[in-house]
T-cell receptor, first 113, second 109 residues
């Protein structure tokens, strides 16, 4: 157990809807990164939050947005869902931005129909 | 071409066999990671290395910085080793991870 939790575990949404996924980082960690893992692929970096600010972003459109709260928990929001957004969404926390060690949560499985 | 390439994609072995999974990368990195992912999705870090070799139990990871290549070895493999093994590199301003596509390992009793 890494101490990183995610909710919900699974959810099913319809194309065009919006979704919010949540991540609680490990105690003492102030940086959260989000990754998308399509079936049979390695995870892809979406973005990172450090002290409530976006600290880096991968090649994802603006309809993928995030928040980090003062307690360092984080949300990933996806608007206008597309079928290709179906994936496992992983968050990972690290002690500081720039730390090489990241601790992963169990993931949220999103299915878009 | 992906920045991180793994081989093989799938590997089936008999219990007790010596296993090698390879990883090549094409970008400058700060560190290389070997991760294990079980069905259901959870990812566990096995090794983080930037040079040389590390060993933990039956697992050994090596990296050759000049050749931009790393290997993960499992000695005396066991069915409980069956999982997806993923190579990832730390790069970029956010020290984000760039992942390979993973190797599905199945160890038969």
């Amino acid at each position: 157990e890494t101490g990183v939790t995610q909710s919900p575990t699974h959810l099913i949404k319809t194309r065009g809807q919006q979704v919010t996924l949540r991540c609680s980082s490990q105690s003492g960690h102030n940086t959260v990164s989000w990754y998308q893992q399509a079936l049979g692929q390695g995870p892809q970096f979406i973005f990172q939050y450090y002290r409530e600010e976006e600290n880096g972003r991968g090649n994802f459109p603006p309809r993928f947005s995030g928040l980090q709260f003062p307690n360092y928990s984080s949300e990933l929001n996806v608007n206008a869902l597309e079928l290709d957004d179906s994936a496992l969404y992983l968050c990972a926390s690290s002690r500081i931005a720039g730390s090489y060690e990241q601790y992963f949560g169990p993931g949220t499985r999103l299915t878009v129909t | 071409k992906n920045e991180v390439e793994q081989s093989p994609q799938n590997l089936t072995a008999q219990e007790g066999e010596f296993i090698t999974i390879n990883c090549s990368y094409s970008v400058g990195i700060s560190a290389l990671h070997w991760l294990q992912q079980h069905p259901g999705g959870g990812i566990v870090s096995l090794f983080m290395l930037s040079s040389g070799k590390k060993k933990h139990g039956r697992l050994i990871a090596t990296i050759n910085i000049q050749e931009k290549h790393s290997s993960l070895h499992i000695t005396a493999s066991h069915p409980r080793d069956s999982a997806v093994y993923i190579c990832a590199v730390t790069s970029g301003s956010a020290r984000q991870l760039t992942f390979g596509s993973g190797t599905q390992l199945t160890v038969l009793p």
